[in-house]
């Protein structure tokens, strides 16, 4: 048998290892801010583009198909989905997710399909003024607004304004991330949860509920995750049907999605979904512990190839990011013995003396992460943070920056 080919739009890198396991061989569409020297000497084919430009990216993918023909096309990172979808559906070959990739990555038009199927309600309004946005609020008696670009990712731009005075500012600041017009919601209050997913063939699988930690508001950057979340069987059910629904509705077909939500006073609410696995090393803490490996599964579906066997390595896990802002770095301690800590799988930490770090605006700007295993999520949860306070960071405010 002719081994299998893949092409991949973009990614972190950790699909490497997956198709590795696997032997399937890979060809490659990658930015140039994430190219490294593995993914360039494994890859039968190589390309440093901007995977956004779908002119380029078909273009080439139909050079390649051509000589070295492709059995499916896969991506796992956010702005690799639409082009990978659409050069599956160019080729001919497993990978098109197109519909529940634009119902997802279209924020305005995840709402809307919501509102017309009567599902998890939110109030919100896509705006191109601060004006616009300022009437919108007022209309909700006081509620706090969130604005965000409708097509973005990675936590960038998005903010709260809980007083008319701020919806000018924070409009400010979520238009430095985009051109387009502003989505603006309502603000959900209740804590915050991701769920992981698999879908093959229109059949959907809930693999994780995850605990969510993020800095303090107005911003909503990512600072830690546990797994499994701590939930009751009534409210975990009522979670993962409310998920299981809105893949349906998606038309989600093969592959994970990423589900965003928070549990209010009136029940689960949507906030947001992506086609891909969850960011922040969430597909691998859903790995550790329900075992199911999102990638390899997705690269099995789309190449009808056997499903890897899913043997959980832990009970539970939990991560916590480096995310110092504004400040200049003086000097950085206990990472060995961070290292050795109680329950610590891996710890990467890129602080260094000298180092000045703006405002943590996104997900990109935390400086590493230590992950941990515990017997319970409050004892992965434990050693996770204490793991992560062993590393001691000495820092100086930078100049014109509050203390």
């Known amino acids: 048998m002719a081994q299998k080919h893949v092409l991949l ?6 699909e490497l290892d997956k198709l590795e396991k696997l032997g399937v061989r890979y060809s490659m569409m990658q930015i140039p801010e994430r190219v490294s020297e593995r993914q360039f000497a494994s890859a039968s084919h190589y390309a440093v583009l901007d995977y956004r430009n779908l002119d380029e990216v ?26 990978a979808s659409r050069c599956a559906q160019a080729l001919g070959v497993p990978g098109d997710n197109l519909t ?19 599902l998890s309600p939110v109030r919100h309004r896509l705006c191109e003024t601060p004006e616009e946005a300022l009437r919108f609020m007022r209309q909700m008696d006081g509620v706090s607004v969130v604005l965000k670009p409708h097509d973005g990712g990675l936590s960038e731009g998005v903010f709260l304004a809980e007083t008319e005075n701020e919806v000018a500012e924070r409009w400010e600041w979520t238009r430095r991330t985009t051109e387009g017009p502003v989505l603006v919601e309502e603000f959900l209050t209740g804590p915050e949860f991701s769920v992981e997913s698999f879908s093959a063939g229109g059949r959907h699988e809930i693999a994780a509920v995850t605990e969510k930690v993020t800095t303090r508001l107005p911003r909503f950057v990512e600072i830690g ?6 939930l009751d069987d009534t409210t975990r059910a009522e979670i993962e049907g409310l998920v299981t629904q809105f893949l349906t509705l998606i038309g989600q077909k093969d592959g994970p999605v990423h589900t ?23 597909w691998e803490l859903c790995e550790m512990v329900s075992g199911v490996d999102l990638m390899t599964e997705t690269f099995t579906t789309l190449l009808g190839l056997p499903r890897p066997q899913r043997r959980p390595t832990a009970s539970a896990a939990a991560i916590r990011f480096f995310s110092y802002e504004d400040v200049r770095i003086v000097d950085v301690d206990g990472v060995a013995e961070a290292e050795t800590a109680t329950g610590v799988v891996r710890l990467q930490c890129a602080l260094k003396a000298g180092q000045e770090l703006g405002s943590l605006v996104s997900s990109t700007a935390r400086q590493g992460y230590v992950l941990c295993t515990g017997e319970d999520t409050d004892r992965a949860v434990a050693n996770a943070e204490g793991a992560h306070d062993l590393v001691q960071v000495k820092t100086e405010p930078l100049s014109g920056t509050p203390d």
């Not at 739009?9 to 950790?14: A, I, Q």
Request: charged share 25%; hydrophobic share 35%.
């Open 225 to 230: 995750h546990q797994v499994p979340a701590r």
């Open 260 to 282: 965003e939500l928070r549990l209010t006073t009136d029940g689960p609410r949507l906030i947001e979904a992506q086609t891909r696995v969850g960011g922040d090393q969430i």
């Open 9 to 14: 739009v973009g990614g972190p890198g950790s």
């Open 58 to 83: 078909l273009a080439v993918a139909r050079a390649w198909h051509s000589v070295d023909p492709f059995d499916a096309v896969a991506s796992f990172t956010e702005y690799g989905l639409y082009p």
């Open 100 to 118: 529940a990739v634009q119902q997802t990555r279209d924020k305005t038009r995840t709402r809307d399909l919501l509102d017309r199927h009567r």
